[in-house]
């Protein structure tokens, strides 16, 4: 089915603002799998800036020559209309789709006109009209190319460089450049197969959204409020402070992996539970799990499922107290929460964690507190709790964050 331009123009403002592709499809009446297909061969980011000049033709302009040339008008006519030469129209015409990233044959007589893939196509050449600096520094290439298959996000990178390069200004890069690297048509400096080793692994960029969920799990009997949990805890500037949860599978399965993240540092130390994730096995798992930490424990700070039942006898048979987060506040067990979303890169969701290997956990874990943390000026997490051993030993009694 075609739709016109005033419907995709449409589609592409509501999306500018934020809209969901199921919620544009929903207000103009289109299939969702057609919006979702328009926003992807934008790469999913939308761009608006100010043209510099009036020579640039604007969005509104080339949603104009698209309706026009699609009521069969040529190209002077089309300029008349606009106000354009004949010759800027024909060039936007026969704009290649395959330089947009669009399989088919070029825009010209008797073929589609994409305004918005032009238009964002154009906003990127205009903005960065020389060649990239992935493209003209193969050292810089190779270095994003080689964090991106160890799973490094791209703020991860850019952060990195500046502590193994410090001395090389050429080894710089941002973020957003390494995301056009990969999302933006019509550039590609970077395999397209490498946004699988992205965070999402998705297709094209999308914003956040948060839900809210109801509390269904019994209350924990003596359980200790967050509220009474000693206030130099939430400075993280002694470390010895962890935050814990389990990671479970899908239903009808019973393994669970415990994590312990400490506060101050991000280490993350685990634990499997390969049969069941009871109060008892959880007990267990946590007193093996506390002597091998990066740093002595002083408190735990602990989600309120069921599974922490014994946290009365973990107190008495280690003198660490147990404080239990807020229901429906993940943010009060941040570092945690954030910590297990990055464990779950290695195991999804829907993988059976019965089937996880003592071996696979720990390389995990390695390769997470070895990755560099933004928090940290991107040292990475191994880093810093050396630097905080090393800054203890000089001055006993005081130990303060790298």
Wanted: hydrophobic share 35%; glycine share 8%; net charge positive.
């Amino acid at each position: 089915m075609t739709y016109s331009i005033e419907v995709r123009r449409r589609a592409f403002a509501l999306l500018g603002q934020g809209w969901w592709p199921r919620q544009v499809a929903a207000e103009l009446g289109v299939s969702r799998v057609v919006v979702s297909l328009w926003r992807r061969q934008v790469g999913g980011v939308l761009r608006e800036r100010p043209a510099m000049s009036q020579r640039y033709l604007s969005r509104e302009e080339r949603y104009e020559i698209a309706r026009l040339h699609d009521a069969g008008h040529g190209v002077r006519e089309i300029g008349r209309r606009i106000g354009r030469p004949a010759s800027t129209v024909s060039r936007e015409l026969a704009r290649p789709r395959r330089a947009l990233g669009v399989r088919g044959r070029p825009a010209g007589r008797g073929a589609g006109y994409a305004p918005e893939a032009c238009h964002q196509a154009a906003v990127a050449a205009r903005t960065r009209p020389r060649a990239s600096k992935l493209s003209q520094h193969p050292a810089l290439r190779v270095f994003v190319q080689a964090r991106l298959d160890e799973r490094y996000s791209p703020a991860q990178i850019a952060g990195r460089l500046r502590v193994e390069c410090a001395d090389d200004e050429q080894m710089r890069i941002s973020h957003e450049t390494i995301y056009r690297a990969i999302y933006v048509r019509p550039r590609g400096e970077l395999k397209r197969e490498l946004r699988a080793h992205l965070r999402t692994g998705r297709e094209v960029r999308r914003r956040r959204a948060t839900r809210q969920t109801q509390e269904t799990r019994g209350r924990i009997v003596g359980a200790v409020s967050i509220s009474e949990r000693p206030d130099d805890v939430e400075t993280r500037l002694v470390p010895g402070d962890y935050e814990g949860d389990l990671m479970v599978g899908p239903t009808g399965t019973s393994a669970a992996i415990g994590t312990l993240v400490e506060r101050t540092s991000g280490h993350l130390t685990a634990f499997l539970l390969p049969q069941r994730h009871t109060a008892e096995a959880t007990l267990a798992g946590l007193l093996e799990a506390i002597t091998r930490t990066g740093w002595p424990m002083r408190t735990l700070t602990w989600d309120r499922g069921k599974e922490m039942g014994r946290h009365a006898q973990f107190t008495i048979a280690t003198g660490i107290q147990v404080y239990f987060a807020d229901p429906h506040a993940p943010w009060q067990r941040g570092s945690n929460e954030n910590t297990n979303g990055l464990l779950r890169e290695y195991f999804p969701k829907g993988r059976d964690l019965a089937t996880v290997t003592e071996a696979e956990l720990q390389a995990a874990v390695d390769q997470l507190n070895n990755r560099p943390r933004q928090r940290h000026g991107f040292l990475n997490p191994n880093e810093v709790l050396t630097a905080i051993l090393i800054q203890d030993q000089h001055t006993p009694g005081v130990a303060t964050t790298a």
